[in-house]
């Protein structure tokens, strides 16, 4: 019975969904999609920490705690996406993540109101989202490829402004646009942008941990890194939960939840090129909703944590679709990973220390592809009249209008909260509504069905 068990065990089940691999073999596999992913992990929630303490000098949180809880929910929710929980979980190769597509309204709501209200929020959306999950096949046909397209978009554009902040030192930086932090973020950009060009296959998903090295070795150098948070840091302990009193407000929460259900377009998408891409056959209900349901019940333990909202992460399903490795239990090294760093302080004190002008260097390159992952999923959308209208439509309003905040000064309290600053709530809005209201034609039905 022995040596029939082991027999099963073979490095070729990489490239099935189940079977056991020889664990020697199964943990590089595991780990290359922690490298992949790792930093872009970590630095929403530096850069959410970094705009509320800026627009609230009194708020003291313990940064380098809360990187530590990131990594932890990123490992748990990987896992249940892998190994489901109920009705919770793919059960696919999916990692999950601190999702960038909240930032811009995470810095919104945590500048406009406080940590807190974002906290609640976060708590709320996500159960919301979680539930709405369970019953994606009611849904999930009205939110079409349009409208996730433009969201996307638009995500990529307002966070411009954030990568452009971080690049000359932080909002409200007493040197902000000094020499120093140019040069600091340029080399970090030209770094990145260099071992990008250079590096072969995998290793090219790394080139903004290179970036942000480099950077880092530089800005030591300088002497403008204070250790402090590493040297006061324990070697090990346990993530903190609930460091933070929620406080609930509607216009916050409602601020929240549209992009909460964006982000479900986008879970949807991803689990659905892990199904094409990894397993060569289309996604099942039942793993939409798994998916979405991790997505969401996951989001709201992570804002017990005090953390941003988590998500599929769009670069493992890439690296995934390169690889052909699709096997639950290698990936579940990575997310065994994930947890064992989350319990280990001064990785999250390393990250904490990281300058702005590093993050910006790090970063506004990753905001602008945002930008154009969205251009590209207008393009294969297709550019037909309908659509056109749509996209244009919908940023130019919606972008164009929180720009000129003025606008909205008639409306109620509420609606001025949710959409006078939230670009990508306005363009949520208007896509929706547009793409309900405005008829199909024949070639935006040949589309559909490719």
């Not at 748990?76 to 190769?93: C, D, E, M, R, T």
């Not at 080399?187 to 260099?194: D, H």
């Not at 037909?384 to 164009?400: E, M, Q, Y």
């Amino acid at each position: 019975m022995k040596n029939e068990k082991n027999s099963n065990i073979s490095v070729k089940n990489i490239y099935k969904l189940d079977g056991r691999v020889p664990i020697g073999k199964a943990i590089p596999f595991g780990l290359q999609h922690v490298l992949a992913m790792f930093v872009s992990n970590l630095v929403p929630i530096i850069l959410v920490v970094s705009a509320a303490t800026a627009a609230h000098p009194d708020l003291k949180i313990d940064l380098p705690m809360l990187i530590q809880n990131c990594m932890l929910i990123a490992g748990l929710g990987s896992l249940i996406q892998l190994y489901p929980v109920w009705k919770i979980g793919a059960k696919l190769p999916v990692i999950m993540g601190v999702s960038f597509t909240f930032l811009a309204s995470l810095i919104y709501v945590a500048t406009t109101f406080n940590y807190e209200t974002m906290i609640g929020a976060i708590i709320v959306g996500g159960c919301i989202e979680g539930i709405l999950g369970l019953c994606a096949k009611y849904w999930r046909r009205f939110i079409s490829p349009i409208v996730s397209a433009c969201v996307v978009t638009s995500i990529g554009f307002s966070l411009l402004g954030v990568g452009a902040a971080s690049f000359g030192g932080g909002n409200g930086a007493a040197d902000f646009g000094s020499a120093q932090n140019v040069m600091i973020g340029t080399v970090t950009l030209v770094s990145c942008l260099l071992f990008n060009i250079f590096a072969k296959g995998f290793w090219k998903q790394l080139s903004i941990l290179f970036g942000l090295i480099v950077g880092y070795l530089l800005s030591m150098y300088l002497g403008i890194i204070d250790f402090t948070p590493i040297v006061e840091s324990k070697l090990i302990a346990f993530p903190k939960f609930m460091p933070f009193v929620p406080e609930f407000n509607l216009s916050a929460i409602i601020a929240l939840v549209v992009v909460f259900m964006v982000s479900a377009a986008e879970t949807i998408g991803d689990t659905t090129a892990v199904c094409i891409g990894g397993l060569g056959r289309d996604i099942t209900e039942r793993e939409i909703q798994g998916s979405l349901a991790c997505d969401g019940f996951m989001s709201t333990l992570s804002g017990c944590f005090g953390c941003t909202p988590i998500t599929s992460f769009s670069q493992n399903v890439g690296l995934v679709a390169m690889t052909k490795v699709v096997n639950r239990f290698t990936i579940m090294f990575g997310a065994l990973a994930l947890i064992l760093a989350g319990l280990f302080p001064p990785i999250g004190a390393i990250f904490s220390t990281l300058p702005e002008p590093v993050l910006g260097g790090g970063t506004i390159m990753m905001f602008g592809s945002i930008v154009v992952s969205g251009m590209g999923m207008i393009a294969r959308c297709g550019f037909t009249p309908r659509n056109t209208t749509i996209a244009s439509l919908s940023l130019s309003v919606g972008i164009g209008f929180t720009q000129m905040p003025e606008i909205y000064k008639e409306l109620p309290k509420l609606a001025r909260d949710v959409f006078s600053g939230n670009p990508v709530a306005n363009v949520f809005v208007i896509a929706l509504i547009l793409s309900l209201i405005l008829p199909k034609t024949e070639e935006d039905k040949a589309y559909e069905n490719k």
